[in-house]
């Protein structure tokens, strides 16, 4: 695994270096879920698959950029799902991406989740890092330095509602415009990663991407983005749902497929679930 963080690490210098020099503009070609790609989200896919070619434990990734799987060292055990820059259309007004990667074990599937890992690129450079604990470190002069070990209260004071309003259900509204009413605050900039990490780093609260009209099975993906965090959420002490079951149980059919979301501390993840098991 230590070869894993390591070359994470890598990517993470080499992707900061192109995200402060590569033209943004967007490519001709669209990615498996129809949206249009930045030489950005292309370029730093290729970093990241340059570096995991070197790391003989990998036998296959998956990238949000690549429709199919592609195989690395037939001897390796881990399987990497990654989406390599998330919330890219964020670059051009110059709000904080990410990347994320899913670390599974023998196959691509949440139970078969062993590690998960983001980086945060805003003011700074982050990674979390969860294995057995969950773990901040901070790039200061070229090296990630471990910062703290990250858990979350059983109850935050933030809401981060994604999805296109017009478009929730009416309970889901209900519950969104409840935890206002409760005195939690808005904090949505459109890119999980930022958003999702201020949660973790302010204590907790709620981030839900339901299914609406329009998406049914919401929009973030399964391998690279719903199952890291929810890994990731759980190990710091919260929960992760898609409003009825705990996300980590979902099978996955191919590797760009969606799911509702939410994840959160204890308490918003039960009021969750509580709105939820009424409307079915
Ligand atoms: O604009 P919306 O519908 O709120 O969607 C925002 C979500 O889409 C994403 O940008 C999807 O990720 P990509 O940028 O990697 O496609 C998430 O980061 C974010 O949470
Ligand atoms: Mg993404
Ligand atoms: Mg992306």
């Given amino acids: 695994m230590t070869d894993i963080f390591e070359a994470i690490q890598r990517t993470a210098k080499r992707i900061k270096i192109a995200?402060?020099?590569?033209?943004?503009?967007y490519s001709q070609q669209e990615n498996s879920s129809g949206e249009t790609q930045l030489q950005l989200d292309i370029k730093c896919d290729m970093i990241i698959e340059e570096e995991?070619?070197?790391?003989?434990?990998?036998?296959?990734?998956?990238?949000?950029?690549k429709e199919h799987e592609m195989p690395m060292?037939?001897?390796?055990?881990?399987?990497?799902?990654?989406?390599p820059l998330d919330g890219s259309s964020l670059i051009d007004v110059n709000l904080s991406v990410g990347s994320i990667f899913g670390i599974y074990e023998n196959a691509f599937?949440?139970?078969?989740?062993?590690?998960?890992?983001y980086v945060v690129f805003g003011p700074r450079v982050e990674m979390v890092f969860a294995h057995h604990k969950t773990k901040l470190h901070l790039l200061q002069d070229g090296e990630f330095e471990f910062v703290k070990e990250i858990r979350l209260k059983e109850k935050g004071n933030l809401n981060a509602p994604g999805g296109t309003q017009q478009n929730w259900e009416p309970y889901h509204k209900e519950l969104v415009d409840s935890f206002f009413s409760e005195g939690y605050r808005l904090r949505y900039s459109g890119g999980m990663v930022p958003d999702l990490h201020q949660l973790l780093l302010k204590g907790g609260g709620l981030f839900s991407y339901p299914g609406t009209a329009d998406k049914p099975e919401g929009k973030l993906r399964k391998?690279?983005?719903?199952?890291?965090?929810?890994?990731?959420?759980?190990?710091a002490g919260g929960e992760a749902t898609n409003g009825h079951v705990d996300l980590m149980t979902l099978s996955h059919k191919g590797i760009h497929e969606t799911s509702?979301?939410?994840?959160?501390?204890?308490y918003e993840i039960a009021r969750v679930k509580e709105v939820y098991a009424k409307n079915r």
């Fill in 19 to 25: 995200i402060d020099t590569k033209d943004i503009g």
């Fill in 52 to 65: 995991f070619s070197h790391v003989a434990s990998i036998h296959t990734i998956a990238s949000e950029e």
């Fill in 73 to 83: 060292h037939k001897a390796g055990k881990y399987y990497i799902a990654y989406d």
């Fill in 109 to 117: 599937g949440a139970k078969n989740m062993v590690a998960a890992c």
């Fill in 223 to 235: 391998l690279f983005e719903v199952f890291p965090f929810a890994f990731i959420y759980k190990i």
């Fill in 260 to 266: 509702a979301c939410f994840f959160g501390s204890k």
